[in-house]
Structure formats: C-alpha cells, structure tokens
C-alpha cells in the first residue's frame, strides 16, 4: 500500500480543498437549506470516480444518493449522511461554521466531522485506490441521504422498497472517533431512539401572573408529569418501560471489561466531578450503553427574555428523548409513556411523536468486523478500541440489520471533534489516516485477507 499512501499526501492540499467545499455548502436538515445544493455536489464527486450514481427522490424530502462501482466477490456498502445539525448558537464559534478555517492543524466547519470528512474520505480513498492499484477487488454501494439529522424519516420505507440495491456482506456506518488516549474505535452498533413533545395548555391566552392563584399553569402541569417519569438516582420509573430492558450478555460484558475506559480524561473534559449515581468503570459503562435514557432536550413557557415579565403562560412544552437499548422498541416506548400519564390523571398533556430508530447490534465474528479491525492495526500500529454499541442512534437498523448485513463504524473523529457543538472540527492529520483505513478495509475485506 506505499503507493497508495504516497498518491495521498501527494493528494493532500487537493483533498482537503475539497473537503472545504463540501462545508462551504450549508445542508441544515432542521431547516431545510441547502439539501439540494449538497446533494448535487455529492453526486458530481461520485460521477468524477466513474460510479453509477443517481439521485433518487423521496417523498417531501430530500434525494437520496445512491451509487455502485466495481467487481468482486463481496460487497461493501458505504453509509453517510450530507445533512448536517443547525450551526446555533452563532456567537459561540471562532469562526463562521460555513467558512472552513484550518488552525494548528484542526479544519473547523459545521458538518466537518459529522460527517463530510467521513463521507469525503471515502470517496478519496477510492480514488486513491483506483490512482495506484487498479480496479477495487469488490463492489461497493454507496447510499447517502439527507435526513439523518432528523430521524431519518424516509430511510426505512425506502430500505425496504430498495433492498435490492441495498444488499451487501458489510456496511461501514457513517463515523467513529479516536478517544481521550489517541485510541481508533470501532462500533458494532447503537442505540434506537424514540423523540417527542410533550404540551400542555392552560387559559386561552397568557395572564398576569397575579391569576396564578385560580388560573391553571400548564408549565407547571408538565414539571408534575415530568417528576413522575425518573427518579434523584436517574432510575426510569415509566410504567413497564425497564421490563423490556436486558442484561448484556456473558460475551458482551467481556467487551465492556476489555474496553480502556479513561473515565477520569471523560469527566474533565465535560467539567463534571462524577457520574450519575457515583458509578466508575466497568459499571459507569455498562449504564452507559445497555441502559436506556429518558432526557428533557428542551423546555418552553412563558418569558425566557433578558429582564423580568410577570406572565402565566397560556401553554408549555418539552422536548424530550428516550435512548433505547436493545428489545426496547420505539412504539412500545410510547405506547408506555402514554399509559403512563394516562394512569396518573394527565390525559390534558398532548404526546407529539417526532422521530424514531431502532437499536441495531452486529456480532463480533462476521468477516467485516474481522477485516476492520485488522485493517485498523494496520493503519494506526495498534488495536482498536471495539464497543458493542454506541450511546447514540441512527438508522442502522433498516438499511443493515433488517436486511441480514453485518455492520461496525469508524471515522475521522476525535474526542474534541465538538460535534453537533460550536467549533466542529477535525484533524487533518486523522482525516488522512482514515483515508488510508478506508483504502486498507477495501483491500482486506475484497481479498478476504
């Protein structure tokens, strides 16, 4: 591989105004700008490779891109999205997110790790590979979409009516991080993810606050509903909701124990003196990934302004997310919480589902893990942190689990990536390493070596 990592840093100022391009480009999900814009860039960068690739529309949202070039006996299917998380709070960046800045060898820019730098140093590994070693020795797939950062809404229902197109012997997700020690990292799968509103509403329009004594606080109303969903020690009390939670399995606590949790570099770099409930080690990350979450995302009533305004707000809302683990599904989550307000006398409180994804877990054994962690030793002269699950979520599930393909994800990423933060950034130095891990997983998954 000495002449495909010599075309890369040949390559190197090229693929990273490149890179820069794709975050000039705004493509806020959430707001629905530049979608189109983004996606044509995208697809304009895959024909440049020689791929046959189309952008298929979806229904009210925007295009999925779907590709497929080479031959083999294996294929590799590449997952990234092009939407990227709204740039707020502005005032918080050092730079504008959509103007890329490089500074001591960071490339900041809304988008950058989450998650153009994968989707692009996928695309420059190939390159790369077809520039020095000729034609890839498997098929790759490419499927990129425009919605993850909004659940994902259309991918399920056109997972299952493409699954043809789909069908591969591996998927390398969408992104993956070095760790607080400089570790490269693999996951094996993640967390489903139920989000929703609650709402409640009192008089027909805000009072004086003088009227609180006769009048209704729906803010207050939704703070009653709320304390009846967790407990001081951040157990879930929803009804039935923990009774579908299950214990990892003797395999997979092997993976927690062998994981170097640096926990003492995690709680310092979010400012924390300790866990919930005091856990260390083992325990703090077993609760991190096989437990649920139940978390206020957001709160709404009233006068949130500079200043006082004696108000009773006429309605209140909260935005809330339910972390699932797996054989916890969205809809019985909901189901639940739902049964759960109805047996406490809150019928008044409006639940507004807003998006959802199931968990996803692939074995450690499937060639494609096997592949990729060799190819991180390769790349990175060590082995790889493996995690069973990530905390997050994402569509896995319908585009690899429910369609019978094994799947990990890695990335260009590091543990202060600021990622859905101000100042999103990455290294360059570990976007041309996950470059060549890409270029290496190619060569070992479609050789079988």
Request: proline letters at 6%; charged letters at 25%; aromatic letters at 8%.
């Amino acid at each position: 591989m000495e002449i495909f990592n010599a075309y890369i840093e040949a390559n190197a100022e090229r693929f990273i105004e490149e890179l820069k391009q794709l975050c000039r480009q705004p493509s806020v999900a959430a707001q629905g700008i530049g979608l189109e814009e983004m996606a044509e860039l995208v697809r304009t960068k895959l024909k440049k490779l020689g791929v046959e690739v189309r952008l298929m529309p979806v229904d009210d949202g925007p295009p999925v891109i779907y590709g497929q070039l080479g031959e083999g006996k294996r294929t590799l299917l590449f997952y990234n999205h092009y939407d990227v998380q709204p740039p707020d709070p502005l005032d918080l960046w050092e730079s504008e997110p959509f103007s890329p800045q490089i500074r001591e060898g960071k490339l900041y820019a809304r988008g950058v790790a989450d998650n153009k730098g994968d989707l692009l140093a996928r695309l420059h590994a190939v390159e790369a590979y077809q520039a020095t070693l000729g034609e890839l020795p498997l098929t790759i797939r490419w499927f990129f979409e425009g919605e993850e950062e909004v659940g994902s809404p259309h991918l399920a229902t056109f997972a299952a009516e493409h699954a043809d197109l789909l069908a591969a012997d591996g998927c390398m997700w969408e992104a993956g991080r070095k760790d607080e020690s400089e570790r490269p990292t693999i996951a094996l799968g993640l967390k489903g993810i139920m989000y929703l509103e609650l709402r409640a509403h009192g008089a027909a329009s805000d009072l004086h606050s003088s009227l609180a004594t006769i009048v209704p606080n729906p803010a207050w109303r939704l703070v009653w509903a709320l304390s009846t969903f967790k407990d001081e020690n951040d157990n879930i009390l929803v009804d039935g909701l923990m009774d579908h939670v299950t214990e990892p399995t003797a395999a997979e606590l092997e993976m927690l124990a062998a994981i170097p949790f640096e926990e003492e570099k995690v709680r310092a770099r979010f400012g924390i003196p300790h866990f919930i409930r005091g856990l260390t080690g083992v325990q703090a990350l077993k609760k991190h990934l096989y437990e649920p979450t139940c978390t206020i995302c957001g709160f709404k009533a009233g006068y949130l302004e500079q200043g006082t305004k004696t108000v009773l707000p006429s309605t209140a809302m909260v935005k809330l997310d339910f972390r699932l683990v797996p054989n916890l599904e969205p809809d019985l989550v909901l189901e639940l919480l739902r049964q759960h307000l109805r047996k406490r006398g809150f019928t008044d409180i409006e639940v507004v589902p807003m998006s959802k994804e199931h968990s996803a877990k692939t074995m450690f054994d499937t060639p494609i893990v096997k592949a990729a962690i060799s190819a991180a030793k390769v790349v990175y002269g060590q082995n790889p942190v493996v995690y069973p699950l990530m905390a997050g979520s994402g569509p896995m599930y319908p585009l690899t689990q429910a369609l019978g393909t094994p799947a990990f994800s890695a990335g260009v990423g590091y543990a202060d990536s600021n990622v859905h933060a101000p100042n999103e950034n990455i290294r360059l130095e570990d976007y041309f390493e996950g470059i060549r891990f890409v270029g290496e997983l190619i060569r070992q998954f479609g050789t079988g070596n």
